[in-house]
Nanobody, 116 residues
Framework: QVQLVESGGGLVQPGGSMRLSCAASGIIFRLYTMAWYRQGSGKQRDLVAAITSGSSTNYADSVKGRFTISRDNTKNTVYLQMNNLRPGDTGVYYC??????????WGQGTQVTVSS
């Protein structure tokens, strides 16, 4: 019954910014590591950013300094602020909720297209 709903994607020009949101339900949100993955070309989903219950963060090398993951436990929502976007950031962005190293499903994803 875990539900993860991503939103905020769309078409953006290189150098632009975009903020993604993922609203979670069916979990005790504050206890979970939340993460964003991107599916680019092909079917592989790669970790973009993660934030733990203690608000420690991890980022893929390709997005360090440009993306910021954050969470609002009062709203059961995790965000991904994306700045200085590049065409290589294009893909479907998925949200996950993880506890004890186990994922609890994926959202439906939100498409981000970086193109002029």
């Amino acid at each position: 019954q875990v539900q993860l709903v991503e939103s905020g994607g769309g078409l953006v020009q290189p150098g632009g910014s975009m903020r993604l949101s993922c609203a979670a339900s069916g979990i005790i949100f504050r206890l979970y590591t939340m993460a964003w993955y991107r599916q680019g070309s092909g079917k592989q989903r790669d970790l973009v950013a993660a934030i733990t219950s203690g608000s420690s963060t991890n980022y893929a090398d390709s997005v360090k300094g440009r993306f910021t993951i954050s969470r609002d436990n009062t709203k059961n929502t995790v965000y991904l602020q994306m700045n200085n976007l590049r065409p290589g950031d294009t893909g479907v962005y998925y949200c996950t909720a993880e506890f004890r190293g186990k994922g609890n499903g994926w959202g439906q994803g939100t498409q981000v297209t970086v193109s002029s």
